[in-house]
């Protein structure tokens, strides 16, 4: 009683809320020096009460923990993964088409071009030696993440539950154990590196995953240790396992393909691997903690870790006047190789960085100064199409791989959205004109906004009238359409 009513006496001249008046009451039983029958090491029910009183606070160091482990208690649901999402099943060329006559030689118009020979493929050109990827490794004090050195923030964790056979009740007392503990320094340093490093969402799963494989050996504590550290730092994570393993699922703003997924509650989870799963179990629902789904849209991957490479192109190719080099950042091309697959509008709307879009600018802008719309756009669409060799995916990376600007010019080959990614940026950015891409079956182009010519294979969409332009139709002009997508409607991305 006595230490309830001095409690309640210094509660009430300093503190105003009970919240406050619990952990004063925590504490003053703790540090005040006690005597006489309370300091008694033998009396038992002190013993107890204090242990009580300190189990009671760790437990309420976060209140959504307690309404979460009821979640987690509660029997999991086996759920039934779908099978990944696949974009454009059909065919693309397996060598680009070569236009017989450029639209130059017919004189349909008074507008000043320049007379182009027959070009050759772009297959024909050069690739440059793709630099290495900068990985991800563990240092003495700290990581090595996609380039940035990153200290020690992260202490040793508490003994855990073993998860090499993982099941429901081992990973509630992971998380049990986990939320008990001192981790509040942990968090805070995760967040701080996020700011620090400009990390999107995806790259601050791969941070948690990163510094959860330097703190626990086996794969499956990892994953459970990542959940912890993302649901923490406010991203829609969760676990889920079968016999063998436990995998780390995310909730996102876009839909991701390649990935097998669950629909719960009007909401989608990927998994972290491409592998089909099957069934996996895991908690029906989680209302203590209403996090953000990852938003992973490629405006926002990583910081700029100034290590550069350098791409270059030579005077007289095919198009360029004058020769120039692109800067890439190394560890942003690291960091957007691990990325999950998204929409083709992803792509199209993920500026290049800084160092890359300067560069670009400083060696195109000068060769197009002086030409009207038309030439410059012409300017721009042979440059792609005859600097950067055409392969399809499937046989530089093995699968479906869309890029963005910066892994276009990273990358010794690019195919038909990956040039009109490309030229998109370089006709909106250098000549500030509308830009639309045109997805057809198996093909890929852009159109761009322009008085049609004669001849123009063009469309009027909300207005305005946007004239082809296909990178991976060697040697053709604006206005021209390769013969197989002519008769064919695509899809519009507005941009």
Partial sequence: MLFRYRCSYFSKS?????????????????????????????NTDWQQWQAQQQQAFQAFKDARDQAFMGYLEQQWK???????????TTPKVATPPVAKHSISTRDTSSERRTDRSIATPASASTATATAPRLSNQSTEDGLLFFGHRIKRFW???PALPALSAPDQKKLAEFWRILSQSRYEPLVAGFKQQQKALGLGDWGSLQLAQEIARIQLAHPNEQAAYAWFLLTKAGLDVRIAFDTQQTHLLFGTRQTVYGRPFLTLNGKTYYADTPQNLGRLYSYPENTAYR???LNLELKNVIKSTGTLHTRAFAAGDQALTNGFSVNLDAGLISALASYPQLDLAAYFDAPPASVTRESLRAGLAPQIRDLPKRDAVNFLLHFVQHSFPYARDEEQFGEENYLTVEENLHYPYSDCEDRSVLLAWLIRDLLRLPVVALDFPGHVAIAVRLDPLPGDWAATLKGHTYVIADPTYIGADVGMAMPSVQQQRPKVIYL
Avoid: H, W
């Fill in 14 to 42: 300093t503190c105003f809320t009970a919240r406050i008046r619990v952990y004063c009451l925590l504490a003053f039983a703790m540090l005040v020096p006690l005597t006489g029958a309370y300091a008694n090491p033998q």
């Fill in 78 to 88: 086996e759920f039934e993964l779908f099978k990944a999402n696949v974009r454009d």
């Fill in 155 to 157: 202490s040793t964790p």
């Fill in 291 to 293: 996090n953000a789904p």
